[in-house]
């Protein structure tokens, strides 16, 4: 490997894996090593270099620690996206690339919101009353008006909530960390399956929890690895999005939805169930949150439904665990903004909220339609409602590179590298959003050249736009 040679090596002071992980770092700022690239196995560059394995070994673990690497069980270390210091995976850049497809960020198909939200503003702003119930502070959990509200809807999508047991808080990422922070300590347990939404990942480092991985497959994750786990050592929740898991779209079936809960109370875990996309009734089983009230701390928002920067979510608790969120709520913002959640309210009031989830549902589905004809003869994962596509690559590609070639047709693309937990074992895929793009023809011409890059193959060169 010309990037790490003994020369390299003589640049830095002290012991040899230091030395070694500083020459990583020193490629991956100069760009010598591209993101997604694999490393030499131990073996082979401590032969290269006139080490031993143990120094090498040594060396990458230094890399991995400080960001520059991961390394990946049965497969081999590859360099992270951006090195140490980049921006996380799923940034939001100010003002957007009008130069890319983007199908990288799940955010809500496009719609005109901004007339509703105007005169719901107006109509907010010629109630005095109600204006200043807003702005003045509040109980942690929400005005109850607010709380009626958002558990009506909630019913209306098939899941049995109280207006008693929520606790409106800050969107869906911020319910997940609040209910982590209500169920788990510094140094204690929790799981989820392997490949996850990035959001968990960051919150559990954040609160200083041991996140380990449970194996999924394409029914996704398995209750038999919660069982084994649990049998090893205390694991104080499982978090899991049952209806879509985030990335590979998979549905969890009524079977292993009734195996894990059983597991679950067996073994005193909570289980966080995260339901951000609200998927409606009939299109998949029973809520967790409906099948054992009280062992799940259910999560959803209206951020997937109406705006993403309305950031007004709500967490369902059982009652031993509410008071705990409820706490953990006031110690982070003392309450989340009246005004977001009436505005919320009253556009769910309205009528116009429900009127925005069945275009949104239809507009969807379309996009799905698309992503079968443009994907077809691939390997791909998706539902008809999801805002996602696990697209399984053809030997012999690599998500990296794939992901790299996209990028220079046009394309932005996810590995699966930001949902992995642990060293769990990052598949040969991609994710593919559909949502975002603003109307059918970008997406239809997104796919295009991600099938394109597909059929030219690896190490061709990226596509002429």
Request: proline letters at 7%; glycine letters at 10%; charged letters at 20%.
């Amino acid at each position: 490997m010309d990037t790490i040679s003994v020369s390299s090596l003589a640049r830095f002071p002290g012991p040899r894996y230091r030395a070694i992980a500083e020459a990583i770092a020193e490629a991956v700022e100069t760009g010598a090593l591209a993101p997604g690239q694999r490393l030499p196995t131990h073996r082979a560059l401590a032969e290269a270099l006139g080490v031993t394995v143990g120094t090498v070994t040594r060396g990458y673990a230094e890399a991995e620690r400080r960001g520059l690497v991961t390394a990946r069980v049965g497969s081999g270390t590859y360099v992270n996206a951006g090195g140490a210091s980049s921006a996380p995976a799923f940034a939001i850049a100010p003002g957007g690339d009008t130069g890319r497809i983007d199908l990288g960020l799940a955010f809500p198909v496009p719609m005109d919101r901004e007339a509703t939200v105007a005169t719901l503003l107006q109509d907010i702003a010629a109630d005095p009353a109600t204006l200043a119930t807003c702005l003045a502070y509040q109980p942690e959990t929400g005005l109850e008006p607010h709380r009626e509200c958002l558990a009506r809807w909630l019913q209306g999508w098939g899941f049995r909530i109280d207006a008693s047991e929520l606790v409106i808080c800050l969107g869906a990422l911020h319910g997940v960390n609040l209910a982590l922070q209500a169920v788990a300590r510094p140094g204690d347990t929790i799981a989820s399956p392997g490949l996850v939404y990035p959001g968990l990942i960051a919150a559990a480092r954040g609160l200083g929890l041991r996140h380990l991985p449970l194996s999924l497959d394409a029914d996704g994750v398995d209750p038999d690895a919660l069982d084994a786990l649990c049998r090893q050592q205390p694991v104080r929740a499982v978090y899991v999005t049952p209806d879509q898991n985030n990335p590979t779209t998979a549905l969890l079936p009524a079977e292993r939805r009734a195996a894990l809960l059983e597991v679950a109370e067996r073994h005193d875990v909570a289980v966080i169930e995260d339901a951000v996309h609200l998927v409606d009734a009939a299109e998949r089983p029973r809520a967790l949150v409906d099948e054992a009230p009280e062992r799940v701390i259910h999560v959803s928002a209206v951020s997937k439904i109406l705006a993403g920067g309305l950031r007004v979510g709500m967490v369902r608790a059982p009652g031993r665990w509410r008071t705990a969120v409820a706490e953990a709520l006031r110690s982070h913002c003392w309450m989340a903004p009246p005004l977001n959640a009436e505005l919320a309210c009253r556009w769910i009031a309205s009528g116009q909220a429900d009127e925005v989830a069945h275009r949104q549902r239809r507009a969807v589905g379309e996009r799905q339609v698309l992503v079968a004809e443009e994907l077809a003869g691939f390997d791909y994962a998706a539902r008809p409602y999801g805002f996602n596509v696990w697209l399984r690559l053809p030997e012999p590609w690599r998500a990296g590179e794939l992901a790299r070639a996209c990028e220079e047709a046009g394309v932005v693309v996810k590995t699966g590298e930001p949902f992995a937990v642990s060293r769990y074992p990052v598949p040969q895929a991609v994710r593919l959003a559909i949502s975002a793009p603003g109307d059918r023809a970008t997406v239809a011409e997104g796919l295009q050249r991600v099938r394109a890059v597909l059929e030219r193959g690896p190490g061709r060169g990226g596509a002429t736009l």
